[in-house]
């Protein structure tokens, strides 16, 4: 079975300033990868996803995450957050099958300041 | 384009009551889903419909948790009866099915359950 570790709770960080969020899986087979965020009282919105080809995929709203085979990680970066960045941000991973059944970590929670 | 509807957005019941939550999908998207969010916890799959075939129910609760997707479209989740660690927030998602594969999910704002 596939499984997925957050290894934040929270991520607090200034405005302007870089952050990474750290997401690792675990499977023995290969996987799809993913990174959703959710603002408050709202539902999953889709910031990336990795399926094959390039390890370095680009989202939207300028977040960017690498695949690392060897050490299974898809950690999520930004160069320079913004207020409206603070939200719940979510990694997922699901087989590389027909139906998409994803496994969720259990968030990041991003507080930018200014 | 509208994106996925659910309804209601709250709900309050007390334990051992009925609640049914509606869902109402992206034209077109063939596959739709249920998750649970329980308070500081990633969403968990409960079923997942294939137009209005299960493809995956392994994680419903099934003696008390039910859902249907009739007609391929709607879909609507029950809980009878509740209890109170059924308070979470339910999730309907919704995508297309091209070539043998799911594509990318889409999250409606969810039904946030209290049971007291």
């Known amino acids: 079975a596939q499984s997925v570790t957050q290894l934040d709770s929270q991520v607090p960080v200034f405005e302007e300033a870089p952050v990474e969020l750290r997401c690792n899986y675990s499977?023995?087979?290969?996987?799809?990868l993913f990174w959703y965020v959710q603002y408050p009282n709202q539902g999953l919105q889709l910031l990336l996803k990795?399926?094959?080809?390039?390890?370095l995929v680009k989202g939207i709203n300028g977040f960017e995450a690498e695949f690392n085979k060897s050490q299974t990680s898809f950690h999520l970066r930004k160069p320079s957050v913004h207020i409206s960045d603070t939200a719940e941000y979510f990694c997922?991973?699901?087989?590389?099958?027909?139906?998409?059944?994803?496994?969720f970590g259990t968030g990041t929670r991003l507080l930018v300041s200014p | 384009e509208a994106g996925v509807a659910q309804s209601p957005r709250y709900k309050i019941i007390e334990k051992r009551q009925s609640v049914a939550f509606w869902c109402n999908p992206i034209?077109?998207?063939?596959?739709l889903y249920w998750y649970q969010q329980i308070l500081g916890q990633g969403p968990k799959l409960l079923i997942q419909?294939?137009?209005?075939?299960?493809?995956?129910d392994s994680q419903l609760p099934k003696d008390r948790f039910s859902a249907e997707r009739l007609k391929g479209v709607d879909s609507t989740l029950k809980i009878q009866p509740a209890k109170l660690e059924d308070s979470a927030v339910y999730l309907c998602?919704?995508?297309?099915?091209?070539?043998?594969?799911?594509?990318?999910?889409?999250f409606g704002p969810g039904t946030r359950l209290t049971v007291l």
């Open positions: 998602a919704s995508s297309l099915f091209l070539a043998g594969v799911a594509d990318t999910q889409y």
């Open positions: 499977s023995s087979v290969s996987v799809y």
């Open positions: 990795y399926l094959s080809g390039s390890t």
């Open positions: 997922a991973v699901s087989l590389n099958t027909g139906f998409q059944k994803l496994v």
């Open positions: 034209s077109g998207h063939a596959t």
């Open positions: 419909f294939q137009n209005n075939g299960v493809v995956d």
